[in-house]
């Protein structure tokens, strides 16, 4: 069974750094691309940052480009996304998933993990 | 960008037949490929893909949800709506990324 558990998010002040992780397993997590979306309160989804199955290729959303980095480490199958110079707009619920050819769709989620961005 | 269009709500009867469009702002069709996908996300739960390539169903999902289109216009319906599909619904495109974009959702309601 296909599971992905986020972890590391919280409350945090504006300026400041958070990194998530979402360990993976029930499968063979370095044969697949990656992906962090985000949804803020009340609202739609939002694709943040995509990583390669051996994370040779990320891409990023123009907001956050230069602030997140996601990363893996395929030893420990697990996913990376460090949050600096946070901002309230960040706010949201983070969730991990799992990229079918990298660059199609996502076709298994995370329980997904809060993130606060307040002073 | 693509920017994808989803009408906010759409208020359906259990047993009959609910339809949700999804408008793309310019083509997400590669021959014959249609790079468009659908999730569904209940309160408090992450979203779960439905359809993939806008009319295969993803594994597990239940025959009385399919999909269509091509282009920029796109289909999800759901026939028999039942109980347990009130939920919000996302499409979300692959054809030209980075950005993957989604819609706004579609909440669908009991009439």
């Known amino acids: 069974e296909v599971q992905l558990v986020e972890s590391g998010g919280g409350l945090v002040q504006p300026g400041r750094s958070m990194k998530l992780s979402c360990a993976a397993s029930?499968?063979?997590?370095?044969?697949?691309?990656m992906a962090w979306v985000r949804q803020a309160p009340t609202k739609g989804l939002e694709w943040v940052a995509t990583i390669s199955y051996d994370g040779s290729s990320t891409y990023y959303r123009d907001s956050v480009k230069g602030r997140f980095t996601i990363s893996r480490d395929n030893a420990k199958s697990t996913l990376y996304l460090q949050m600096n110079s946070l901002r309230s707009e960040d706010t949201a619920t983070y969730y991990c998933?799992?990229?079918?050819?990298?660059?199609?769709?996502?076709?298994?989620w995370g329980q997904g993990v809060m993130v606060t961005v307040s002073s | 960008d693509i920017v994808l269009t989803q009408s906010p709500a759409l208020a359906v009867s259990l047993g009959q037949r609910a339809t949700i469009s999804c408008r793309a702002s310019?083509?997400?069709?590669?021959?014959?490929?249609?790079?468009m996908h659908w999730y569904q996300q209940k309160p408090g739960q992450q979203p779960k893909l439905l359809i993939y390539r806008a009319s295969n169903l993803a594994s597990g999902i239940p025959a009385r949800f399919s999909g269509s289109g091509s282009g920029t216009d796109f289909t999800l319906t759901i026939n028999p709506v039942q109980a347990d599909d009130i939920a919000t619904y996302y499409c979300q495109q692959s054809r030209e990324s980075p950005p993957w974009t989604f819609g706004g959702g579609t909440k669908l309601e009991l009439k």
């Open positions: 029930g499968f063979t997590f370095s044969n697949y691309g």
């Open positions: 998933t799992r990229g079918v050819y990298t660059t199609d769709y996502f076709d298994y």
């Open positions: 310019q083509s997400v069709s590669i021959s014959r490929y249609n790079l």
